[in-house]
């Protein structure tokens, strides 16, 4: 059964840094997909970052420069550090892993930035 079990959420005060993991038990999971997203009470749910099977990554305008996403394929792990973190990142992060045929969410972890 596959499962995305995510970690690292919690409190922080602004300008902290977190670092979010998503083990995945996944066959292949070298050749999936791997992204974060978010939702805030009241939102949609949004992509923050994303990398591909090559290594290839995107982020959101709103994380550039502050949120890193990198993958450890031996692991089976993708991880998502946050840093310079503000109120308006407090949401819901959910882990997802996506391939041509397969698409998986974990269970989310909640960060909350607040002082």
């Known amino acids: 059964q596959v499962q995305l079990v995510e970690s690292g959420g919690g409190l922080v005060q602004p300008g902290g840094s977190l670092r979010l993991s998503c083990a995945a038990s996944?066959?292949?999971?070298?050749?999936?997909?791997m992204a974060w997203y978010r939702q805030a009470p009241g939102k949609q749910r949004e992509l923050v970052a994303a990398i591909s099977s090559g290594g290839d990554t995107n982020a959101a305008n709103s994380v550039k420069g502050r949120f890193t996403i990198s993958r450890d394929n031996a692991k089976n792990t993708v991880y998502l550090q946050m840093n310079s973190l503000k109120p308006e990142d407090t949401a819901v992060y959910y882990c997802?892993?996506?391939?041509?045929?397969?698409?998986?969410w974990g269970q989310g972890t909640q960060v909350t930035v607040s002082s």
């Open positions: 996944i066959r292949m999971f070298s050749v999936y997909t």
């Open positions: 997802n892993a996506q391939s041509p045929n397969f698409t998986y």
